[in-house]
């Protein structure tokens, strides 16, 4: 019998390569992939068996190892003075921030969250609203339609590729996912309006995507096979059985959105809206969801969304360049996902001058990283690791997590104000509006700071009148194509949320 230590591997050159042969002869669908080998090294039985006595000789391991043993190790390491040193004080702020603090639930509607809540702002402001939410479960509904239809599209057009080459497989795994990026907001919102909460209201599979994202997956999966059957099939009448079988198709598709989540109001159809103004005044307006949002989003100078672009921090990629993610979407026919890289100091600067104009600012974040959810605060200096576990969880670079997978987009909300040092005007901190309820954070809200944006801050939506003329002029330009599976546009990919 071989040895295992003897056993060699191969790495392909792609990830999404297989071995079909098992030869060495490595095929990704695009290249004949290359292969490196070297013998796998064993773990040695002496080193680690005798580790941990070792370890403990020492009396600050055998008092870390009974605290971090014995109680959540966040705690254990959290940095107390962290608090003190970035209190919820803010000195340029909107003046009206949105309100209640929504929430999302278990799911990882996140982005239309964040998106509502720049929404309402205008409309609070113009009718004089103490609290609105707009139906986040209006969109929900439109945007997994569309993304059904989205997915079946992909589906036939890569239908000569392998079925386990990477590309299929990524649109098999990340089906109808509940994440998504600001520019399937504007394709749902252009196409399909907007309507309040109250009109069309949460449900139970609203707020818990679970069983929905199940059904549909089943489904979905399906009706690709079926589909790329098809798509092979020879013969004039195929292309006809493939429009038709994809219509009832997403016939079926929809009539299970409406079981689960109820019939959503008409594009076109009117409805009626009463409210109590702030005055104790009763109102009524008579509108439909399309002029509605015309009213909202596009007339607004306070939220025009025809005007307003993704700016990203991408330091893998040169500043002043166009991104886009390769079949990201979920409007066939609508705006393609785009961003616009800048540094920092750019997107900063866009951002404060964002706020100082009283508009709030939907960004995407790495939520996770270094967060205290008990206080609200995000700050890289929140946990002792050096003292806890002598290491520390800043070795890379913000290129290099995000090359090696350790960071990437996971969560949406917006920003409503910052802290400006009153000698340089630099930022010091920022206030974030969640959207995981009142009970996370202070109050829904929290803190981050300058440095953590430097770090775990990917992407702004910004109004094009606060940036200078060289960046609009990058939305002119070709875009740099990255696969479906880059860290960029992972805040599409969400399933739901699991950092509550």
């Known amino acids: 019998m071989e040895n295992q230590s003897s056993i060699s591997y191969r790495l392909a050159k792609d990830?999404?390569?297989?071995?079909?042969?098992?030869?060495?002869?490595?095929?990704?669908?695009?290249?004949?992939?290359?292969?490196?080998?070297?013998?796998?090294?064993?773990?040695?039985?002496?080193?680690?068996?005798?580790?941990?006595?070792?370890?403990?000789?020492?009396?600050?391991?055998?008092?870390?190892?009974?605290?971090?043993?014995?109680?959540?190790?966040?705690?254990?390491?959290?940095?107390?003075?962290?608090?003190?040193?970035?209190?919820?004080?803010?000195?340029?702020?909107?003046?009206?921030?949105?309100?209640?603090?929504?929430?999302?639930?278990?799911?990882?509607?996140?982005?239309?969250?964040?998106?509502?809540?720049?929404?309402?702002?205008?409309?609070?402001?113009?009718?004089?609203?103490?609290?609105?939410?707009?139906?986040?479960?209006?969109?929900?509904?439109?945007?997994?339609?569309?993304?059904?239809?989205?997915?079946?599209?992909?589906?036939?057009?890569?239908?000569?590729?392998?079925?386990?080459?990477?590309?299929?497989?990524?649109?098999?795994?990340?089906?109808?996912?509940?994440?998504?990026?600001?520019?399937?907001?504007?394709?749902?919102?252009?196409?399909?309006?907007?309507?309040?909460?109250?009109?069309?209201?949460?449900?139970?599979?609203?707020?818990?995507?679970?069983?929905?994202?199940?059904?549909?997956?089943?489904?979905?999966?399906?009706?690709?096979?079926?589909?790329?059957?098809?798509?092979?099939?020879?013969?004039?009448?195929?292309?006809?059985?493939?429009?038709?079988?994809?219509?009832?198709?997403?016939?079926?598709?929809?009539?299970?959105?409406?079981?689960?989540?109820?019939?959503?109001?008409?594009?076109?159809?009117?409805?009626?809206?009463?409210?109590?103004?702030?005055?104790?005044?009763?109102?009524?307006?008579?509108?439909?969801?399309?002029?509605?949002?015309?009213?909202?989003?596009?007339?607004?100078?306070?939220?025009?969304?025809?005007?307003?672009?993704?700016?990203?921090?991408d330091p893998r990629h040169d500043p002043l360049r166009l991104l886009t993610v390769s079949r990201l979407g979920n409007v066939i026919g609508g705006r393609d996902t785009t961003y616009v890289n800048v540094d920092m100091d750019t997107l900063k600067t866009a951002c404060v001058a964002m706020i100082q104009a009283g508009q709030p600012i939907f960004f995407g974040c790495d939520f996770g990283k270094f967060r205290d959810k008990a206080t609200g605060i995000l700050d890289m200096g929140n946990f002792d690791y050096e003292s806890g576990f002598g290491t520390d969880m800043l070795g890379m670079s913000k290129e290099e997590r995000l090359v090696m997978g350790e960071s990437r987009l996971t969560h949406a909300m917006i920003l409503t104000a910052v802290h400006l040092c009153e000698s340089t005007g630099k930022p010091i901190r920022w206030k974030i509006q969640n959207s995981h309820g009142p009970d996370s954070g202070s109050k829904g809200c929290y803190v981050m700071t300058d440095a953590w944006m430097d770090e775990f801050v990917y992407q702004v939506v910004i109004d094009l009148r606060f940036v200078d003329e060289k960046v609009r002029d990058v939305m002119k330009q070709d875009p740099i194509v990255l696969p479906l599976w880059d860290p960029i546009g992972a805040l599409a990919q969400l399933q739901e949320s699991t950092i509550l």
Not at 176 to 203: C, F, H, R, S
Not at 252 to 276: C, D, N, R, S
């Open 15 to 313: 990830q999404g390569a297989n071995d079909p042969d098992g030869q060495g002869n490595w095929k990704d669908g695009n290249s004949n992939g290359v292969s490196t080998r070297r013998t796998l090294e064993p773990l040695p039985f002496e080193v680690v068996s005798s580790f941990p006595k070792t370890l403990l000789e020492k009396s600050q391991n055998r008092l870390a190892v009974n605290a971090l043993s014995s109680a959540d190790p966040s705690e254990v390491i959290k940095i107390v003075s962290s608090r003190v040193d970035n209190p919820q004080v803010f000195n340029t702020k909107i003046p009206l921030e949105g309100a209640p603090i929504t929430n999302q639930r278990a799911t990882g509607r996140c982005w239309l969250f964040a998106a509502t809540n720049v929404f309402r702002v205008p409309i609070m402001k113009k009718r004089k609203l103490e609290s609105l939410e707009l139906s986040q479960k209006y969109l929900f509904y439109y945007d997994k339609l569309e993304k059904s239809n989205f997915f079946l599209e992909q589906i036939i057009d890569t239908a000569e590729e392998d079925v386990d080459s990477r590309i299929v497989q990524r649109l098999l795994e990340g089906i109808v996912a509940d994440g998504g990026q600001w520019d399937m907001v504007y394709n749902l919102v252009k196409k399909y309006g907007l309507v309040p909460q109250a009109i069309y209201p949460e449900t139970w599979s609203a707020q818990n995507s679970r069983f929905l994202k199940a059904i549909l997956g089943t489904k979905l999966r399906e009706f690709a096979l079926k589909l790329r059957n098809l798509s092979r099939a020879d013969g004039t009448t195929a292309e006809a059985d493939l429009i038709h079988s994809k219509a009832e198709m997403m016939q079926e598709i929809q009539k299970i959105l409406t079981l689960l989540l109820g019939a959503p109001p008409h594009p076109m159809q009117e409805f009626t809206w009463e409210y109590t103004d702030k005055d104790g005044k009763t109102q009524e307006v008579r509108t439909t969801p399309m002029s509605f949002a015309e009213e909202t989003c596009y007339s607004d100078l306070d939220c025009n969304i025809n005007n307003m672009a993704s700016l990203v921090h």
